[in-house]
């Protein structure tokens, strides 16, 4: 059934209103806004999309996020829960969601439903937001009859997830904004600054200091061709992001990120928290092992990890245990190997591996704080020591010129 994109006046107190609508047709739309009190203005079918070479600047602001798609799931669980049917329970969830986008997803989820299609394959249906761990959750549910308890453990998932993302950037945020801004004043004290003040060397007579030449040099370099950098830069970022995209270029930059003082440990956590969490809700939604740990594999974000977990799925398959296998990788802690140990002999792995997850949820909280902690004084330290080395530079000179008039 098309979307359309309606603009009217309300006629009991003459407000402007607008918003999504499914229907048949325009006429048929036309018609319900007219029964609701709506004089229609403006129509047109949202599938439509834009004119070619047009280019839609409010789509940056109506970009579906990862807690759009947990809002609507959640609430997809409180009204299936409640006993009413999946057709109108989407209803109600596309009604209430504000991002366009989603809307029109959902609106071609409930009309692939309404057609007997499964909720999961018409989730796959737009892979952009509902993603392959979603829907075979979903699947898992729909076939152990427990959707409503799946949905609800895909909402807690992904909000999480989204506050472990949101802590690292925060985190990151501002040593990466006082880099910028440090480099860009001592780039603007070497292009601008130093060239006025040591011209005033040019008839000093003696010889200067090497770091004063060296500072000069610099400066001259950077002016006379700071297009040679742009470029030098501009190839370095482009080449490393060729690179990358190799598969061995690939699995050296993981393999790298692990081994990085400070930042590995710190990237080595988060991946054993996204294992841990990802499969224990994968297991307790009903999802098979293998399928668990095939879906598993792609959430870690690190090829070095995705390949030990594909050695664990063979050797699964071949009847040993999960923790075996991480074992004799040499990858994941020990602690972390036995208490999935511990949870298989137990017949508890779903519950070992939510406690895995929050451990090292917390030792990620007191990691990046800790970090943030170190990393704001040392760019500070960085910063000061730049502008430090320049006005040692110039200043040095100036007071040997003056001993020497004295």
Request: hydrophobic share 45%; glycine share 8%.
């Given at each position: 059934m098309p979307v359309f994109e309606y603009q009217g006046i309300r006629k009991s107190d003459g407000r402007p209103v607008?918003?999504?609508?499914?229907?048949?047709?325009?006429?048929?739309?036309?018609?319900?806004?007219k029964r609701d009190g709506v004089l229609v203005t403006g129509i047109r079918e949202k599938s439509a999309g834009q004119r070619r070479g047009e280019i839609d600047f409010k789509k940056f602001f109506r970009r579906v996020t990862r807690m759009d798609v947990a809002l609507s799931t959640r609430q997809l669980?409180?009204?299936?829960?409640?006993?009413?049917?999946?057709?109108?329970?989407?209803?109600?969830?596309?009604?209430?969601?504000?991002?366009?986008?989603?809307?029109?997803?959902?609106?071609?989820?409930r009309d692939?439903?309404?057609?007997?299609?499964?909720?999961?394959?018409?989730?796959?249906?737009?892979?952009?937001?509902?993603?392959?761990?979603?829907?075979?959750?979903?699947?898992?549910?729909?076939?152990?009859?427990?959707?409503?308890?799946v949905l609800g453990r895909l909402a807690d998932f992904i909000e999480a997830?989204?506050?472990?993302?949101?802590k690292v950037v925060s985190a990151m945020a501002y040593p990466a904004f006082m880099a910028v801004i440090g480099t860009v004043i001592i780039g603007v004290m070497m292009v601008v600054v130093v060239p006025k003040v040591t011209s005033i060397f040019e008839n000093?007579?003696?010889?200067?200091?090497?770091?004063?030449?060296?500072?000069?040099?610099?400066?001259?370099?950077?002016?006379?061709?700071?297009?040679?950098?742009?470029?030098?830069?501009?190839?370095?970022?482009?080449?490393?992001?060729?690179?990358?995209?190799?598969?061995?270029?690939?699995?050296?930059?993981?393999?790298?990120?692990?081994?990085?003082?400070?930042?590995?440990?710190?990237?080595?956590?988060?991946?054993?928290?996204?294992?841990?969490?990802?499969?224990?809700?994968?297991?307790?939604?009903?999802?098979?092992?293998l399928t668990a740990m095939d879906i598993t594999k792609g959430v870690l974000g690190n090829v070095v990890l995705e390949k030990v977990i594909v050695e664990a799925s063979s050797s699964i398959r071949e009847g040993e245990s999960i923790a075996d296998p991480l074992k004799a990788s040499g990858r994941f802690p020990p602690i972390v190997t036995h208490m999935i140990a511990i949870g298989e002999r137990s017949g508890q792995l779903e519950e070992m591996l939510e406690n895995v997850a929050g451990a090292y949820d917390a030792q990620v909280d007191s990691k990046i704080l800790a970090l943030t902690s170190l990393l704001e004084p040392v760019m500070i330290v960085i910063m000061g020591a730049g502008a430090f080395g320049i006005a040692f530079s110039i200043l040095m000179p100036l007071i040997q010129m003056n001993e020497f008039v004295q």
């Open positions: 607008k918003g999504l609508k499914d229907s048949d047709a325009e006429r048929s739309l036309r018609a319900a806004l669980a409180t009204l299936t829960k409640s006993g009413i049917s999946l057709v109108e329970a989407l209803n109600a969830v596309i009604d209430q969601s504000e991002k366009p986008d989603l809307k029109t997803a959902l609106t071609d989820v692939q439903v309404n057609q007997g299609t499964s909720l999961s394959e018409a989730f796959g249906r737009h892979a952009k937001y509902f993603d392959h761990l979603y829907c075979n959750m979903v699947n898992a549910g729909e076939q152990s009859g427990t959707l409503d308890q997830q989204n506050r472990l993302r949101s000093f007579g003696r010889e200067l200091p090497w770091y004063t030449s060296v500072l000069i040099a610099t400066s001259n370099f950077m002016r006379g061709y700071w297009w040679l950098l742009l470029v030098l830069i501009v190839g370095a970022i482009v080449g490393f992001r060729r690179w990358k995209r190799t598969p061995a270029g690939l699995y050296d930059w993981h393999r790298f990120v692990l081994w990085a003082p400070i930042f590995g440990s710190l990237a080595m956590m988060l991946a054993i928290s996204r294992f841990s969490k990802t499969l224990s809700t994968l297991l307790a939604s009903g999802v098979p092992l």
